[in-house]
């Protein structure tokens, strides 16, 4: 069966939740299938179902087509990002602040640690998908926020996390 590479990227890129869709069909049909035999493994597929499409659904709106310039590479708690004229690794516990610089084109991924120069990944770099995994570990991190700002349509770079807020916890932004 062969596909064209568009489609077998959208389907890739929802992934999470195609399974999801899956295991939710399977665990209905379990439920209500003949004599209720397979009734609470069913309950069970259906709500890991469930489960597995709220991340999937935010997963696919963090994935970007892996065909910007350099890769990234998350392993044991650190972020390497090998561009054609920039890199840098950061440890996530060093990690500072993360920011959304959309003023690059494409957008970049700004990462600022003590005592190291930022390091700038495209959002689009060769495996940025890891990053969802990665910024999801980091303390505080709202992880609907981080999406909203990916998705929307901005000309300046947004703070998305900060270890430690510059600004008093009594000061509003907008």
């Known amino acids: 069966m062969f596909f064209r590479p568009e489609a077998k990227a959208a389907l890739w890129r929802w992934r999470e939740m195609l399974v999801a869709l899956?295991?939710?069909l399977l665990g209905l049909w379990w439920i209500i299938g003949p004599g209720r035999l397979l009734a609470l493994p069913g309950w069970a597929l259906l709500l890991g179902?469930?489960?597995l499409a709220l991340v999937?659904?935010?997963r696919a709106r963090?994935?970007?087509e892996?065909?910007?310039p350099g890769?990234?590479?998350v392993d044991e708690g650190q972020i390497a990002y090998f561009g054609p004229l920039t890199g840098g690794v950061v440890a996530l516990n060093a990690l500072e602040r993360l920011s959304l610089d959309a003023t690059a084109r494409p957008a970049h991924w700004r990462l600022d640690a003590k005592g190291q120069a930022a390091v700038l990944i495209p959002v689009n770099a060769a495996g940025s998908d890891a990053l969802f995994d990665a910024f999801?570990?980091?303390p505080g991190l709202r992880t609907e926020r981080m999406l909203s700002e990916l998705n929307a349509r901005r000309d300046h770079a947004v703070v998305i996390w900060e270890r430690t807020p510059l600004r008093p916890a009594h000061a509003l932004l907008h």
């Open 71 to 73: 890769a990234v590479q």
């Open 136 to 138: 999801a570990t980091l």
């Open 22 to 24: 899956g295991l939710v």
């Open 56 to 58: 999937g659904l935010q």
């Open 62 to 64: 963090f994935r970007r």
């Open 49 to 51: 179902g469930i489960a």
């Open 66 to 68: 892996g065909n910007g």
